[in-house]
C-alpha cells in the first residue's frame, strides 16, 4: 500500500515539473503585446519588442536607463544592473544578432554576432531591425539608452 501511494505521488510531482517547463518555454518565447522599446546608441535608435516574461516585465519597469555596456568577445555589449530580475534560463545553443538576454540574474547582455553557446540565458527580447547595429555598437565600449517606445 505505501509503494502505490508513493508511486502516485512521485507520478503526480513529476508531471508538475513538465508543465512547470512547459510555461517556461512558453514565456520565454512569446511577443509582450505591450513590450516595444527603443535602444539609443550613438545617435542611431534600434526598437525591440520584449516577450512575455518576467525578466522583461521587471526589466521594462526599470526604464527608462541609460548604462555604459561592456565590450566581451567581439559578439556582444553587457551592462550588470543594480537589482535582481527573475530568471528562467536555459541554454539557447544558438544565439542571433540582436538578441536582448539576461545572463545570470543582474547582467543584460545585447548580442550583435551570432554565435554557437554553451552558457544559459534568460530570452528578454530583439531588436526588430538590424540594419546598422553592429556598426552603431563598433567596437570596445558603449553608452546605451533603454526606454519606452
Keep these: 500500500m505505501i509503494l502505490i501511494i508513493m508511486s502516485v505521488l512521485l507520478s503526480g510531482a513529476s508531471s508538475c515539473h513538465n508543465n512547470v517547463d512547459d510555461t517556461i518555454n512558453a514565456e520565454n518565447t512569446t511577443p509582450m503585446a505591450i513590450g516595444k522599446i527603443k535602444i539609443t546608441v550613438k545617435a542611431q535608435t534600434f526598437t525591440a519588442t520584449l516577450l512575455d516574461n518576467n525578466s522583461a516585465k521587471e526589466f521594462m519597469e526599470m526604464l527608462p536607463m541609460t548604462v555604459e555596456m561592456t565590450e566581451l568577445n567581439r559578439n556582444e555589449k553587457y551592462v550588470r544592473l543594480s537589482e535582481n530580475l527573475p530568471t528562467s534560463a536555459s541554454n539557447p545553443g544558438t544565439i542571433r544578432s540582436g538578441e536582448l538576454m539576461l545572463y545570470g540574474s543582474n547582467t543584460v547582455v545585447l548580442f550583435y554576432e551570432d554565435l554557437n553557446t554553451s552558457f ?12 546598422g547595429l553592429k556598426n552603431a555598437l563598433g567596437a570596445g565600449d558603449v553608452t546605451v539608452t533603454f526606454e519606452m517606445e
Design 120 to 131: 544559459s540565458y534568460t530570452r528578454m527580447g530583439k531588436i526588430d531591425d538590424l540594419t
